[in-house]
Nanobody, 123 residues
Framework: QVQMLESGGGSVQAGGSLRLSCAAS????????MVWFRQAPGKEREWVAG????????DYADSVKGRFTISKANAKNTVYLQMNSLKPEDTAMYYC????????????????WGQGTQVIVSS
């Protein structure tokens, strides 16, 4: 089982930036994906962005496209989420996951979750 440790969250004003990090321990599939989820108060957990471990292909939720950038450092099994032009709607707990690319946009396909890192964007 993969253990995730998220960090880098904080409180910023609208328009600001944050860089989230996720350090993974355990087996990471060379052909798998690493993804970010977020969950705002009163809302369902949602997929934010993903990146393939092998080729580095990326994809984003429409709500963050053009503002967020996902990247990875293979040597450290680390995935990042650079968040720019932050909006109050981005306020949420952010979580990282790793697994099969197929189905990786659905939080229900993951069993173990890290502590997450809190992002608060004020207006």
């Amino acid at each position: 089982q993969v253990q995730m440790l998220e960090s880098g969250g904080g409180s910023v004003q609208a328009g600001g930036s944050l860089r989230l990090s996720c350090a993974a321990s355990g087996y990471i599939r060379p052909t798998g994906c690493m993804v970010w989820f977020r969950q705002a108060p009163g809302k369902e957990r949602e997929w934010v962005a993903g990146i393939s471990n092998g080729g580095g292909n990326t994809d984003y939720a429409d709500s963050v496209k053009g503002r967020f950038t996902i990247s990875k450092a293979n040597a450290k099994n680390t995935v990042y989420l650079q968040m720019n032009s932050l909006k109050p709607e981005d306020t949420a707990m952010y979580y990282c996951q790793a697994g099969l690319c197929e189905g990786s946009r659905n939080w229900r396909n993951f069993v173990n979750w890290g502590q997450g890192t809190q992002v608060i964007v004020s207006s």
